[in-house]
């Protein structure tokens, strides 16, 4: 692979051996579709192994077994490409990028990334916001990121807003991210104009430690996205923005009672269909909505019915994504037996006991956050939520066997 920036325009040229169908870190196949994207906002004079590690998030999973550079990296970014994927990048001799003092939120607006800003009240956002691509149609016009993007205008937070087309790389499935950190790439090439230090991400207790990513649904402590010492975690780290997670020992039960307690809750919005509100009628909006109902301890409301496609994966047997949060709300609803859920009773022996560990914080993923960041997560999650008791936290490593 090498790769060329020329502003905030990234160009990518795979090697014989690079792959057109590749696989992201989450196992995902994912299908090139152009090779080119553009992040616009963003400075010309960012520290080179910040270029370096933004285009990875692009082109990792394209890429087998070489990345050349247009500009000299450290050695230190250069070893956690070797050690993280075995990828030989160059070329090397530039010094590392000290890490810097500020933590921001990557900020998308959903409950989680909500939950995460309430608990670093003063912490700066960025917003990464989907615009069309020059050459690639666009296959799925229904993500209105303008609608997100005025949202997260309206938080009175200080907010970089970061626009990039990156998602068009990918052809298949559908746009995306190449990589879940591909969300970062406007961050990171920011980071010496905001001096980061870290970067918050929203990811909850489901994503961290359950495999919720790759769907899995086993414990998942070397989880190579998220944990620190992953090939993600050092690899941000070796730039010296280290990735944070601040909901990362709270599950979606919590997120969204936090969200929906802050004083942003106006501006939540985890549809990325909606307009005026969410839109209620596609497959996020369902799955939140039985998490609110068993928060609020009510019935299921939604127009959704058992025969619509989105209520399909519902008939079906487990595995699902947000299995825990499925075992969760199943055990919370009144008059779950008469929704479109009630066939996963079949599947599950949920009550508010065996869940209970939903409720609270699981320890080790405060003591992953940097020092610098912990004792104010710690606090906040301590009064707010309260810490999982042993037996709660054996259910979290107990996870799937
Ligand atoms: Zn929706």
């Known amino acids: 692979m090498r790769v060329t920036w020329s502003g905030g325009e990234l160009t990518f040229r795979l090697d014989p051996e690079d792959e057109i169908t590749g696989k992201?870190?989450?196992?995902?196949?994912?299908?090139?579709a152009t090779n080119t994207c553009t992040i616009s906002?963003?400075?010309?004079?960012?520290?080179?192994?910040?270029?370096?590690v933004a285009a990875w998030t692009v082109v990792a999973p394209w890429t087998r077994r070489k990345i050349t550079f247009d500009r000299a990296v450290s050695a230190e970014v250069a070893a956690a490409l070797q050690d993280g994927w075995g990828v030989e990048a160059g070329p090397v001799g530039a010094e590392p990028r000290g890490a810097g003092g500020t933590l921001a939120i990557s900020y998308s607006g959903g409950a989680d990334s909500v939950a995460a800003s309430a608990i670093y009240p003063d912490a700066p956002f960025v917003h990464f916001r989907r615009v069309p691509h020059a050459r690639v149609p666009n296959r799925w016009p229904h993500y209105r990121s303008d609608v997100l993007a005025k949202l997260a205008k309206r938080?009175?937070?200080?907010?970089?807003v970061v626009e990039s087309d990156l998602e068009f790389t990918l052809a298949e499935p559908r746009?995306?991210?190449p990589e879940h950190h591909a969300v970062a790439a406007g961050a990171l090439l920011l980071a010496d104009r905001m001096d980061l230090g870290g970067?918050?991400?929203?990811?909850e207790l489901g994503s961290r430690w359950l495999g919720g990513d790759r769907y899995l649904l086993r414990y998942t402590p070397d989880n190579p996205m998220w944990a620190p010492h992953g090939e993600w975690g050092r690899l941000f780290a070796a730039v010296g923005v280290?990735?944070?997670?601040?909901?990362?020992?709270?599950s979606e039960a919590v997120t969204m009672r936090l969200a929906l307690n802050s004083d942003l809750k106006e501006h939540v919005r985890w549809c990325l269909r909606g307009t005026d509100g969410p839109c209620r009628t596609c497959g996020k909006c369902l799955y939140k909505e039985l998490i609110q109902a068993a928060v609020e301890r009510r019935p299921i409301d939604t127009p959704i019915t058992a025969d619509r496609p989105v209520a399909r994966k519902w008939l079906q047997p487990p595995p699902f994504g947000g299995q825990e949060?499925?075992?969760?709300g199943l055990a919370r609803v009144p008059g779950i037996e008469q929704s479109l859920f009630a066939k996963a009773l079949d599947h599950f022996d949920a009550s508010e006991e065996s869940t209970s560990w939903l409720d609270h914080c699981y320890p080790p993923a405060i003591d992953e956050i940097p020092p610098r960041w912990r004792d104010e997560a710690a606090a906040f999650l301590t009064s707010n939520v309260g810490l999982m008791t042993e037996r709660e936290i054996r259910r979290v490593e107990t996870w799937g066997s």
């Open 325 to 328: 949060m499925i075992e969760y």
């Open 155 to 160: 938080t009175g937070r200080e907010l970089t």
């Open 41 to 52: 906002g963003v400075p010309a004079d960012a520290h080179p192994d910040l270029y370096a």
């Open 24 to 32: 992201a870190a989450d196992e995902h196949p994912v299908k090139l």
């Open 242 to 250: 280290h990735i944070v997670l601040p909901v990362g020992g709270v």
């Open 199 to 203: 970067l918050a991400f929203g990811y």
């Open 175 to 177: 746009p995306g991210y």
